[in-house]
């Protein structure tokens, strides 16, 4: 038997195992130990974990999982958290250029490393589910507009439509939103984790293409959204039809550090 050293950070909520795997000492492919890892009544608890990476041309690579151990999608609050660890792993000053499942992606990281703005891939294609859209950020999401939702129940609604005939063999994140005038208030339920989180960072990132898409704005946009473990914020400019330069900024803080026994 021998102890795992792991990092514990949170982004708005969303909380996450980082690795530092550069030595590539852990053989992550293992989604027993994965979803172990994850449990929070039996492992250390987590919406996902990640592995950081040596990458030949960028920084790092991060490599994710989400907590039932398979392989995820882009996860936005955790590239936001796996910059600021590589901040704490002094690999990153300020800025960098890393690679993700989706793609390369850049960041920016304030001098404290409390705050962190992750460039998104581009959008161009916004479809249709009778009064919802679907989209992709990196992660597929569907996004309905709702009134009352503080008080929905959104694991059972959320659950319904991410396994319904439509969508259930591959998944979907689905994120319900409130707007609530000068910001959106958003909740998801997301795949792989298979329950509603405290944040999305590719939700929160549909969720305001999706509006801008909606109310039809063009140019710069920025956009407030509330979830429930905080504030996020999402910048990009459109034509109506593309949406490029797609920023997601919020909070990414350490947690806690330690070791556990790998059986």
């Not at 590239?79 to 793609?103: M, P, Q, S, W």
């Not at 569907?142 to 319904?160: H, I, M, P, Q, W």
């Not at 005038?181 to 958003?186: A, E, I, K, L, N």
Request: aromatic share 10%.
């Amino acid at each position: 038997m021998s102890d795992l050293h792991f990092y514990k950070y949170q982004g708005a909520g969303n909380d996450f195992i980082l690795i530092d795997n550069r030595d590539n000492v852990v053989n992550h492919q293992q989604p027993e130990l994965i979803a172990a890892l994850c449990n929070r009544r039996f492992g250390i608890g987590a919406d996902g974990i990640m592995f950081l990476q040596q990458k030949e041309g960028y920084d790092f690579e991060m490599v994710y999982y989400n907590a039932d151990g398979k392989p995820s999608s882009m996860c936005g609050n955790g590239g936001r958290c796996i910059v600021a660890f590589a901040k704490h792993l002094n690999i990153i000053h300020d800025e960098t250029n890393f690679l993700a499942v989706d793609g390369p992606h850049y960041a920016k990281i304030s001098e404290d490393g409390s705050w962190v703005s992750l460039q998104m891939i581009d959008v161009s294609k916004v479809d249709s589910d009778k009064d919802a859209l679907v989209l992709n950020t990196g992660s597929p999401h569907y996004v309905a507009c709702t009134s009352g939702l503080a008080d929905k129940n959104v694991y059972t609604e959320g659950r319904t439509i991410r396994n319904s005939e439509k969508y259930k063999e591959e998944g979907i994140n689905v994120n319900f939103v409130e707007d609530q005038g000068d910001h959106y208030f958003v909740r998801t339920y997301e795949r792989g984790v298979e329950d509603e989180t405290y944040a999305c960072g590719t939700g929160v990132t549909a969720v305001a293409i999706a509006m801008a898409k909606r109310k039809g704005l063009t140019g710069d946009v920025s956009t407030a959204i509330k979830v429930l473990g905080g504030d996020l914020n999402v910048k990009f400019h459109t034509d109506g039809l593309r949406y490029t330069s797609v920023f997601l900024e919020g909070p990414a803080e350490f947690v806690f550090e330690g070791n556990i026994p790998l059986k």
